[in-house]
């Protein structure tokens, strides 16, 4: 090896020394839990170098399971300053790159509604057990399944500030019950996702109305079903794409959104 | 006059002289100008405390002409550090509160597509000429009538980085024309406002699509045509209304739309 080759290494290693001790601040931890009879694994992010305590975010994963993708989007709300919990709606490494498996374990999670809210609630409350989380500064985002999962959130009175559904399927709400949360809802929606129709959407909003709920909803020119998953192509399936620009106005208007319902 | 009221008066006078000299950066100007044999009159509104160019923002005023609102508004844009302003489609003195009256002109105005976005182009001609105004940087909102204006501009080429519609009535791009606008748009719209059909928002977004603009629309629950004018309710028009929350959420969506395009 020339020392040429040496030098590069060592300057490579610094670097990577000094990154860790200047963005490393973010940290990241599994959480084993569970909910009835059913071992659970969660995700928890937080900056370590913030004291005192903060709003919590649940952040709730696509039907795939619990991956690298909902980790990411929990460290990068740490990085905003918030403590967020990637929750496991499934099962301790229940997680696919199958739709077929995908499918079963979501029908499987859905078919009891209260069991599918209970479940997330689980998730929730512990998040609001965190020493580091202000426990009345409560919020939660989905994607695509989780999207739903946080409508149900707001149907069954889980006690956050506000929740936003990323490509969710805008599940509508009970008709024979009142809602009973002040939650305010943002919905993240693509214009191409071909998994809901225009009628579907305006048979949900007036749902909403009906039951006197505080929503808005952006609508993405162009965007398709998962367009904040970077990996969404690799799955290859018609009208699941990732489109950058959508994910970067989505998330823009989640950090606003997030500035209102916790100032 | 015991002591107690005058030193009392005294603090008030002090306070205003304090924050005419604090807050009292922003300063506003009538602009004569005209569009062919027409005679216009502008309101421009800038922060004098910033040095340099800065972006230009174009105000087009609702369907009643030129009034208080859209002045309030270009004064807000100047104090977010923008030159703004808010033109005139009308005709100097054009002003009204009658709804007959206001669609008559209206009419005049859009009866003739070129000359409609002409005249709009006059205005932001102005702007750009404008010593103060970076010519580069320039965007365009509009209300209501304005809001189918900024519209108009995209379809006519006008040199904006982006418009937005707020409450606009959403006009659809010309079948038979290439557009040639690289322009993004934001669209504000109400989900109540009575004055708009779902096949038409639906028609309207597909020939966006069609024309391969970028857009993203914000859909505000509950909010009526009008939502961001404090004064919408005193025209005692059914589906016009003031809604504080929307309109608040709008103007941030807006300022986080500039900061995208003024990057």
Partial sequence: MTSYYRTVLLLIAVFCVWSSVVEGKVQVTAIPYSHGEVLLEGVLAWDDAIEGKRPGILVVHEWWGLDDY????????????????????????????????????????????????????????LLQADPKVDSARMAAIGYCFGG???????????PVKGIVSFHGSLPLPPSSLTIKNSAKILIAHGEADPFLTQDHITQFTMALDGAGLDWHMVIYGGAQHSFTNPSADQYGIKGIRYQKQADRRSWAHMKLFFEEIFQ
């Fill in 70 to 125: 909902e980790r990411t989007r929990a460290e990068q709300l740490a990085a905003l300053g918030y403590v967020a919990l990637a929750v496991d709606m499934y099962g301790k490494g229940k997680v696919t790159a199958h739709a077929g498996e995908a499918k079963q374990w979501m029908q499987q999670t859905t078919a009891n509604v209260e069991m599918w809210q209970a479940r997330a609630l689980a998730g929730l409350q």
């Fill in 148 to 158: 739903a999962t946080v409508m149900q959130m707001v149907y069954g009175g889980a």
